[in-house]
């Protein structure tokens, strides 16, 4: 049997501990997960692949709560909720809010993951026939989709994947045994760690960053249980939704760079072109305004990780951080994957597919100690995380020269995004950076030339196949982000 | 992000400094090793072109931003500052107690000592709610001496994980 009762107790804590961080606001999913990681280095795999995917999933769903009680998104995916859910709360109908954006999540969740266990497999023997080319050009899409996609700001994202490139290429080159960026001191001979990176630039920074915003909130309301269950007169209007919204998202969630974020704010978008007739307008608490986003982040879930088991590239900054935690603990995701490690493909998505119903139960019977826990001072909470960043930090290695490392990977982190660098590509660019190497330089060797290089990527039809598809992603993303930037 | 200017700087700064230091070390790696930059088996050329992109990123980035933001009005750049100072104050907080946990040498509890007097003394620098200090101080104390022995039992009892 692939889950045990120990594994299914792990999935259990991991959601509680994702619904929890992910209603807080400005904790973020990737936090949650990364320091969900730094407990489990000395697991075996199994165990702690469900305790960090039962976090991831718990994290989407929990943002929804603090969208619809204070109008903060929990997570970056729950912005689009704030539209029509936070009304409704005004408009004196929170439970129906929360109830319905808790249970489109659940719907949301299953297609992603049914989505992936069809695709998974088809995908992955694709990705079989790959060679250097292949790889090259996938892993240059996932680093600079990721970088382009940054908030707009495309440049400051390629330079932030250029330092991950260079961090990532300290210490022994892998193929000559030189010893590169080093800089004559033993400290960086053995390299830097892409966990203590993902601490510090994604946990460490987020504490950095939450000092400006330490005011306290005052959440009074408490919800009935049964007012949760969506009366069947409200899913009849936003069922509708789903079947557009659950595609939207996965196939959102697919492309390298985006996530659940985009994927909300598009499904948004189009429901509101696509509902001639809404319960509400949309914006003034229309139920279907919530649905579309709710349905839409959750199926985002199983694009990503379908993109991170077959290819090898996380479709987000949190399935970055998964990838890097599965190469943690001895897996290597990617086209091989599939072939070598099946087993693990099924496991992950049962772990996905109990975490996604349990997160639902998590949501409803534990809103209001949510609630409650939305009511904590930050002051409180934020030196509990840097804590939690130290001992992370120390626990890989069991070395305080690392959590130096890690407190400076923190205050880069600040630095950057507050100057608009985002750090996502150079955690991203840390984890990736070997295979591109390995692959460009293969593949220099086989052609001989870079004309012959540049002319195989379009003579080799899954190459072909690839570069158009790294146009078309340049082309549509940067699309979005021209009509986001028009409508705001 | 106009009112990160400084920070903007800051972080030019570092990338500039990342490039000149990556790029020094490729060249002497190149001399060392007798190995050209720029050819096809060279063990270099990945680095090398990873430097000329950044290259050519850091010169668009640079001429994205020439005449810069607006300035900061004054009430953004008091709440500014008051956010460096926090962010320099936690930092060289965090800093020191790593430091101690490093070089100071104690017979036993080491950790929870130094972890109770840092969280104590960050959650008084942050709580901005309360003006009475005595209350303060003692609810910081408190609130750390229970985390630390949450941290202490869950993490190195339950979770296995060997602390500091």
Redesign the interface.
Same mark, same amino acid.
């Given at each position: 049997m692939i889950v045990t009762t120990e594994l299914f107790l792990l999935i259990v804590v991991g959601s509680l501990i994702g619904l929890v961080m992910g209603a807080l606001p400005g904790l973020t999913v990737t936090m949650t997960v990364v320091l969900c990681v730094s407990l489990t280095y000395g697991w075996p795999m199994d165990q702690a692949l469900a305790f960090i995917v039962g976090a991831f999933s718990g994290g989407v769903m929990g943002g929804s709560i603090s969208a619809i009680s204070l109008n903060i998104p929990g997570t970056a995916a729950a912005v689009a909720t704030t539209f029509d859910g936070f009304m409704l709360k005004k408009r004196g109908e929170p439970h129906h809010a929360l109830g319905i954006a808790l249970f489109v999540s659940l719907l949301g969740g299953l297609f992603g993951l049914a989505m992936l266990a069809l695709a998974g497999p088809l995908l992955g023997k694709i990705a079989l026939k790959f060679g250097p080319q292949e790889y090259f050009l996938i892993t240059l899409w996932g680093i600079t989709l990721v970088s382009v996609l940054s908030k707009g700001h495309a440049v400051k994202g390629l330079i932030s994947a250029c330092i991950g490139l260079f961090i990532g290429m300290i210490g022994m080159d892998p193929q000559t045994g030189y010893m590169r960026f080093t800089f004559g001191t033993e400290l960086l001979s053995g390299g830097v760690s892409y966990i203590l990176a993902m601490i510090g630039l994604f946990g460490m920074k987020e504490v950095f960053v939450q000092l400006n915003k330490s005011q306290t909130f005052k959440v009074e309301e408490r919800y009935r249980i049964r007012d949760l269950f969506p009366k069947w007169s409200i899913m009849k209007k936003v069922l509708p939704t789903t079947l557009w919204s659950g595609p939207i998202g996965w196939i959102i969630g697919l492309l390298p760079g985006t996530g659940g974020d985009i994927g909300a704010l598009v499904s948004y978008g189009t429901t509101t072109q696509l509902v001639k007739n809404p319960s509400r307008r949309f914006g003034e608490g229309a139920y279907e305004g919530v649905a579309a986003p709710e349905v839409a982040n959750d199926a985002a879930i199983g694009g990503a990780t379908t993109t991170m088991l077959t290819l090898g590239i996380p479709g987000d900054s949190v399935t970055a951080v998964i990838l890097g935690a599965f190469i943690l603990h001895g897996l290597q995701p990617g086209p091989l994957f599939m072939a070598s490690n099946p087993e693990y493909f099924s496991m992950v998505v049962w772990f996905l597919f109990i975490a996604t119903v349990i997160s639902y139960g998590g949501g409803l019977f534990g809103a209001n100690a949510m609630l409650k826990m939305l009511n904590v001072p930050k002051w409180y909470l934020i030196p509990a995380i840097s804590i939690l960043c130290v001992v992370g930090s120390y626990a890989l290695m069991n070395s305080i020269n690392d959590v130096i490392f890690m407190l400076f990977f923190g205050i880069i982190g600040y630095v950057f995004e507050k100057a608009g660098y985002p750090v996502g590509p150079m955690v991203l660019a840390m984890i990736l950076g070997k295979m591109i190497e390995e692959n460009l330089r293969l593949a220099l060797i086989i052609t001989g030339s870079v004309p012959d290089l540049l002319f195989s990527f379009l003579a080799r039809p899954y190459s072909l196949i690839l570069v158009v598809l790294i146009a078309a992603s340049f082309l549509i993303q940067y699309k979005l982000l021209f009509s986001q930037g028009k409508k705001s | 992000?106009n009112q +990160?200017r400084s *920070? =903007?700087i800051?972080?030019?700064i570092? /990338?500039v400094f990342?490039l000149v230091?990556?790029t020094a070390? *490729?060249i002497h #790696?190149g001399i060392s090793?007798n190995e050209a930059l720029f050819k096809?088996?060279s !063990?270099l050329? +990945?680095?090398a072109l990873?430097c000329l992109? *950044?290259l050519v990123?850091?010169i668009?980035?640079f001429k994205?931003d020439l005449g810069g933001g607006k300035k900061e009005k004054d009430n953004e750049y008091i709440?500014i500052r008051?956010?460096y100072r926090? /962010?320099t104050i *936690?930092?060289l907080g965090? #800093?020191v +107690?790593?430091l101690l #946990?490093?070089y100071l040498i104690l017979p036993f509890a080491l950790f929870p000592l130094a972890?109770t007097v +840092? /969280?104590t003394a !960050?959650?008084i620098l942050?709580?901005? =709610?309360d003006d009475r200090w005595m209350r303060k101080i003692a609810s910081a104390a408190l609130?750390?001496v229970v985390?630390v022995l949450a941290?202490y039992y869950s993490?190195s009892r339950i979770?296995? /994980?060997? #602390?500091?």
């Open positions: - | 992000m +990160y *920070l =903007g800051i972080a030019r570092v /990338v990342f230091a990556f070390s *490729l #790696l090793k096809i088996n !063990a050329i +990945y680095p990873v992109i *950044l990123c850091l668009f980035d994205g709440e008051q956010e926090l /962010v *936690l930092f965090l #800093l +107690y790593i #946990l490093k972890t +840092y /969280v !960050a959650t942050l709580n901005d =709610g609130i750390a985390f941290i993490f979770f296995g /994980v060997i #602390l500091p």
